[in-house]
């Protein structure tokens, strides 16, 4: 089978919005990636600390897909999305959609994505990329992560699409399939923005939003107690910059574009005081950035000593606290 | 972030971030990641390290080759169950030298598929002239490079045979 779907390839900071963003363009509807993330409540924050992980690690941003699920209820898109239960299933699904020239976004394990660098490639569910054709037994894969289209063989694909574990992908594809004309844009950022408060503040979980902010800030310092030798400690606490920085957050853990996207919001709404908010979310985002380099550092120079690790506590403590000031007083204004 | 913050001269990655512009705008910006451009021989090097030590173990037959690759590939026992289908009371057996002893063929094709291994390579462990273990090439593909050679295993339809030869190697 060959086929090639003339799909303009972009990169992105973050897979699921600039995934979406790319699909979106193909069928017509412009809308930039930050504008995805907010309308999508993309931002948020999770402390976990159990036996599903072998360390304990944090989320930046919402549950994968739910920005899509979001968007799709705020602005009327519709989804064709779609799970298999066997990979030879899933590579007919995958097919007979790419035959009728659509491209269509799948959700894979890192690790199978064999273009990726090597440190990248780690065993998490979470990647979503397009798939924009097919070339005898290789699939033309846009990864917003990678500066252009990649051929990528079919066992690898089905490997990534099948790779259980975790939020397992079950060969989960979706494309859009309705797009309205015309949009309701102020509604949706309002409950964008409105979702997005409710989770960093009033979620009930004490794991979530700033309240996992203060756990993490806490528990920080018990660490060394977790870690199998101080190499292991040392790559733990460089994962912190890994997960704030690296890992497609467009940098300081997703508040760099959630400023951007306020900055739309203020146009959208025609409420210049979300331009005072965007600000002062930049300047949240340099002090995760602080938090990020810092923790970078101390594992760098494999220095472990308590009075270090209560300041990097402290450090995330102090997001907790103007996150929580923050969005309280973006809840009321909006 | 400040347009001029973003590491323009990177090497490594590209990677975008989102910064506010001279003209007072906030935008995506093309740039280098910290990490990646700075650490990054830090990161191979804990995780040569943490290959030769565990290899050293297995080697002594103090862990199973189970642990050796779960460890290796970050995985808890939980999520290795989920990925190979083996039941995680039986995982947490094969993950002792003891308990691997009566792990079933069945099973270690699962394992297999879950760490992306030749079910071969839980009784052998191929090692090129600088040290290097094969598997794990694509992990220290740099290192590997000063191999003259390398070490290829192709998968046949027989799932659990693989052949196993050596290469040129040309670039």
């Known amino acids: 089978m060959n086929v090639t779907i003339p799909f303009e390839?972009?990169?992105?900071?973050?897979?699921?919005?600039?995934?979406?963003?790319?699909?979106?363009?193909?069928?017509?509807?412009?809308?930039?990636?930050?504008l995805v993330f907010g309308i999508g409540s993309g931002i948020f924050f999770g402390y976990f600390n159990n036996s599903r992980f072998a360390f304990p690690t944090f989320i930046v941003r919402n549950k994968p897909g739910q920005i899509r699920k979001n968007l799709s209820d705020r602005l009327g898109i519709k989804f064709h999305a779609e799970s298999f239960k066997t990979p030879e299933k899933a590579q007919a699904g995958l097919d007979k959609i790419l035959e009728k020239g659509i491209p269509v976004?799948?959700?894979?394990?890192?690790f199978f994505m064999e273009y990726l660098p090597q440190y990248l490639r780690v065993h998490i569910n979470v990647h979503f990329i397009n798939v924009v054709g097919k070339n005898g037994n290789n699939y033309l894969i846009s990864d917003c992560y990678h500066p252009k289209i990649v051929e990528l063989d079919e066992q690898s694909l089905m490997k990534g699409r099948f790779a259980g574990?975790?939020?397992?992908?079950?060969?989960?594809?979706?494309?859009?399939?309705?797009i309205p004309k015309?949009?309701?844009?102020?509604k949706a950022v309002h409950k964008g923005i409105k979702k997005a408060c409710f989770y960093m503040l009033k979620i009930p979980i004490p794991f979530l939003g700033v309240k996992g902010m203060r756990r993490f800030g806490r528990h920080i310092v018990e660490w060394p107690k977790l870690a199998i030798n101080s190499e292991d400690l040392s790559h733990q606490l460089s994962k912190i910059n890994v997960l704030l920085e690296d890992q497609g957050t467009g940098g300081a853990g997703f508040r760099f574009m959630y400023a951007t996207f306020l900055k739309k919001a203020a146009e959208i709404l025609e409420k210049p005081a979300l331009n005072d908010f965007s600000k002062q979310?930049?300047?949240?985002?340099?002090?995760?950035r602080g938090v990020s380099l810092y923790a970078a550092r101390l594992g760098r120079n494999r220095d472990f000593e308590r009075e270090h690790l209560l300041e990097l506590g402290k450090l995330i403590d102090k997001q907790a606290d103007r996150e929580e000031a923050f969005f309280k007083a973006l809840s009321k204004s909006i | 972030m400040k347009e001029k913050d973003v590491i323009h001269d990177y090497k490594v990655k590209k990677y975008i971030f989102y910064a506010e512009k001279e003209d007072g705008s906030y935008g995506p910006v093309e740039g280098g990641s910290y990490m990646i451009e700075n650490e990054l021989d830090d990161f191979w090097f804990k995780k040569s390290h943490l290959e030769k030590t565990l290899r050293a173990q297995l080697l002594k037959g103090e862990i199973s080759p189970v642990q050796y690759y779960m460890v290796l590939e970050e995985m808890t026992v939980a999520e290795l169950a989920d990925r190979s289908g083996v039941c995680k009371v039986r995982v947490k057996k094969h993950l002792k030298p003891e308990g691997f002893r009566k792990t079933h063929v069945s099973d270690l094709e699962k394992y297999a598929k879950a760490f992306d291994v030749p079910v071969a390579n839980f009784f052998q462990i191929i090692e090129t002239s600088s040290g290097l273990n094969p598997n794990y090439h694509f992990y220290f593909e740099d290192e590997a490079r000063k191999d003259k050679v390398r070490v290829i295993q192709q998968k046949t339809e027989n799932p659990l045979m693989v052949v196993t030869k050596t290469e040129e190697r040309t670039q």
């Open chain 1, 281 to 288: 979310m930049m300047e949240i985002g340099d002090n995760w």
């Open chain 1, 165 to 178: 574990g975790n939020m397992a992908p079950e060969g989960f594809l979706f494309y859009p399939e309705f």
């Open chain 1, 182 to 186: 015309e949009f309701d844009w102020p």
């Open chain 1, 9 to 34: 390839h972009r990169m992105s900071a973050h897979c699921e919005t600039g995934t979406l963003s790319s699909q979106l363009a193909f069928h017509g509807l412009t809308i930039p990636e930050s």
């Open chain 1, 105 to 110: 976004a799948v959700q894979v394990d890192f």
